[in-house]
């Protein structure tokens, strides 16, 4: 038997006070809602320590996935990030006022811009992504391998259904 946790209390008490609906999507919406605010506050803790949000973070990896020259236009990045180009360039004027990406004009088209890391934006992404990556390995140390591959199919599964 499992340990009641504050999820089944909620269904709990709907089963009371409405036991005309069935609040049993509670038991899974309600537990990922807990645990993505919880994963949130652990990521951004790491990303705080390179000075970073998590806006900012995706902006420098999506640069370094992206291979040398770890460059691009604007639109691109918003694809890579799957934000709009607004959002990103919110993140990249911060990036930029701290030195970590630089703003071009594109050799293509003059008005153009292109975002390229900095060698001191390269340096802080593969410092950050190994802190990440660790962080992520500890946030999911309770699971077995099993379980993970499991949960990945699940999720994966979902959120296609989804669209997402």
Not at 93 to 102: E, I, K, P, Q, T
Not at 139 to 159: K, Q
Request: proline share 4%; hydrophobic share 45%; aromatic share 4%.
């Amino acid at each position: 038997m499992t340990h009641p946790d504050h999820v089944d209390d909620l269904v709990a008490q709907w089963a009371i006070e409405r036991p005309d609906v069935d609040a049993s999507p509670m038991q899974i919406i309600g537990r990922m809602s807990r645990i993505v605010a919880h994963l949130d506050a652990e990521l951004l803790a790491v990303f705080r320590r390179f000075g970073l949000g998590e806006g900012e973070f995706d902006i420098l990896a999506a640069l370094r996935r992206l291979g040398e020259p770890y460059a691009c236009a604007p639109g691109e990045l918003a694809r890579h990030t799957m934000v709009t180009t607004g959002a990103v360039t919110k993140r990249v004027d911060r990036l930029v006022a701290s030195g970590l990406v630089s703003r071009s004009a594109s050799d293509d088209d003059g008005r153009g811009r292109v975002i390229s890391l900095t060698p001191e934006g390269r340096r802080v992404i593969d410092e950050a992504l190994v802190a990440h990556v660790a962080n992520e390995e500890r946030l999911l140390s309770a699971l077995t391998p099993g379980d993970r591959r499991t949960l990945e199919g699940l999720l994966r599964a979902w959120g296609r259904s989804l669209g997402a």
